[in-house]
């Protein structure tokens, strides 16, 4: 059983979409990242960096004690060699895969959280910082768009960067896109919206990026205030 530290983020929500997509038995803890519950002690002791996703895997292969592990990506690679899927055993499908996984975790993800924060949760408007990260997310797509072109999917069959991309490109709006910009993208993004698993992982979640009202000063310093201390 696989015990799944979870926000709605869009790194929340992959790890989500994963667990679904591929069926292994799971349950939530929610984390409260507005209350500060990411800085608890037991939630430290599994993701050192306070942030989340974050699993422990009560049965890991072979037995013995439960394996902890944060950052998504670190996640994805770790159930998807667990239970055997959407990832290719050979190396050369391996590697197609891993590189998509990777250029998400170090592109689309950090690009599109910098806009989604200066659109949606900076509490002024900073016109170059709103141009720069919407240019870049614009030009991310535009990558991935050319990528899908020929291709139901993103290294040939449905695979965990599939899986990684398609949360960060959800709250396209916030990020100041518009998919019919993107024809591949948004032909993927269709298809992947209609999945089944992708219906049962966005049932009730709320937008992280349309939040109801405005952030309190505790809840500002909570989520983007926090130094070395």
């Known amino acids: 059983?696989?015990?799944l530290y979870f926000a709605a983020t869009p790194n929340g929500l992959k790890v989500k979409l994963f667990l679904e997509e591929i069926g292994l038995p799971y349950f939530i803890t929610p984390v409260s990242l507005s209350k500060g519950e990411q800085f608890q002690p037991g939630f430290l002791a599994i993701s050192p960096n306070n942030k989340i996703p974050a699993i422990v895997d009560h049965a890991p292969a072979g037995g013995g004690s439960p394996v902890k592990l944060f950052e998504s990506g670190a996640i994805m690679l770790y159930l998807a060699e667990k239970a055997?899927?959407?990832?290719?055993?050979?190396?050369?499908?391996?590697?197609?895969?891993?590189?998509w996984l990777f250029w998400q975790m170090s592109g689309l993800g950090p690009m599109g959280g910098q806009i989604g924060h200066f659109n949606v949760y900076a509490p002024e408007k900073v016109p170059y910082a709103i141009d720069r990260y919407t240019r870049e997310v614009a030009r991310l797509y535009g990558v991935l768009d050319r990528r899908l072109a020929g291709r139901e999917f993103i290294a040939g069959a449905l695979s965990i960067a599939d899986i990684a991309c398609y949360p960060w490109v959800v709250p396209h709006e916030a990020h100041g896109q518009t998919l019919s910009d993107f024809p591949n993208l948004e032909r993927w993004f269709i298809a992947m919206a209609a999945r089944p698993a992708t219906l049962r992982t966005y049932e009730g979640v709320e937008n992280a990026y349309a939040p109801k009202q405005a952030l309190s000063e505790?809840?500002?310093?909570?989520l983007?205030?926090?130094g070395e201390r």
Do not use: C, S, T, W
Not at 218 to 222: A, C, F, L
């Open 224 to 226: 983007f205030g926090q």
């Open 84 to 99: 055997g899927r959407l990832l290719p055993k050979d190396i050369v499908g391996r590697a197609e895969v891993l590189q």
């Open 218 to 222: 505790e809840e500002r310093r909570v």
């Open 1 to 3: 059983m696989i015990e």
